[in-house]
């Protein structure tokens, strides 16, 4: 794909998520207002909450994507990989996350939506878009052009930065988020990191105590670290799924962030998404992560971890 295309398709699907988040919004704000959720049964992640909107999304995005690209594998979290269009073989896979956080969004509290396009040539992304349902900062973006990468933010009044991060920011004086909501499975996890707390709560040279922890969702959390919102996020406990993580992943990637496992390893941008049993194996596959500003931050929480 020239580069040329890639910028076309990457304004394209931008349009196409700034579209959606309008067609969405006030069908979750009516849904808030009148307590009538449309919790569905998942049959995919029996634990997940689902909803229709969540599977109105898939279905909408499919048929907008089917507009712009002649054929492509449609990776959704909510069905089965498939391929869409003529080519049997299609270079591109698309990454979907119609409505991230839905349990919260049917609330008109937060709700995200994600999209990656996945070069399986390059093997790598060249473009991924995470969207902001409710709030003013609605775009984060990455794109592939000229052999790099650059990242970008939108906001709802047309507003664009570009995201160039150069933090050095270092863990008594970070702001850590981590997604705890799940009383059992995750903030459990992370009340038992007392030495990774202590860190955090350490003072700095003058004596006081800057270092927060913070809760955030999904790929989100890597783009607000990507926008320098916060300094890190942290996943030790469930991991990440690829939907979550590889958008936003990317995103912080172009920035200039880091994002490394929990044995200090950095995270590749090869997803594996090389036929559709690997994307199925990549699908089901969980990874988790430090993500952060600069390295030294990252090395800081590593070692702060309690494995």
Avoid at 105 to 124: C, D, E, N, P
Avoid at 263 to 274: A, F, K
Wanted: glycine fraction near 6%.
């Amino acid at each position: 794909m020239s580069d040329e295309n890639t910028i076309q398709l990457a304004q394209q699907i931008t349009n196409m998520v700034t579209t959606m988040m309008g067609e969405i919004r006030p069908r979750l704000v009516r849904a808030a207002l009148s307590g009538h959720r449309s919790e569905t049964e998942n049959v995919r992640h029996d634990d997940n909450f689902l909803s229709d909107y969540d599977l109105w999304m898939h279905d909408r995005y499919k048929e907008l994507l089917a507009k712009q690209i002649p054929s492509f594998i449609y990776a959704s979290e909510e069905a089965d990989p498939l391929v869409v269009g003529t080519d049997p073989e299609p270079d591109l896979c698309i990454l979907v996350d119609p409505l991230d956080t839905s349990e919260l969004a049917v609330r008109s509290l937060h709700g995200y939506t994600h999209i990656m396009v996945y070069s399986r040539s390059l093997k790598r992304p060249i473009i991924a878009v995470v969207g902001d349902i409710f709030h003013h900062v609605q775009l984060y973006a990455a794109v592939r052009e000229g052999g790099s990468d650059r990242a970008f933010m939108i906001t709802a009044s047309g507003d664009r930065h570009v995201l160039n991060m150069h933090s050095d920011t270092q863990l008594s004086r970070a702001l850590v988020t981590n997604y705890s909501m799940r009383p059992d499975e995750r903030f459990k996890p992370l009340a038992r990191q007392q030495r990774f707390l202590d860190a955090l709560s350490a003072p700095s040279e003058d004596g006081k105590r800057r270092g927060r922890i913070g809760v955030d969702f999904g790929s989100i959390s890597l783009c607000h670290v990507a926008a320098g919102f916060t300094d890190a996020t942290v996943e030790f406990a469930k991991g990440f799924a690829i939907w979550d993580l590889s958008p936003g992943h990317y995103i912080l990637y172009a920035a200039g962030g880091v994002i490394i496992d929990l044995d200090g390893n950095p995270i590749s941008m090869d997803c594996g998404l090389n036929s559709l049993p690997e994307i199925n194996k990549a699908m089901s596959t969980r990874r988790k992560f430090i993500a952060a500003g600069n390295q030294v931050l990252a090395d800081q929480i590593r070692e702060a971890i309690q494995q």
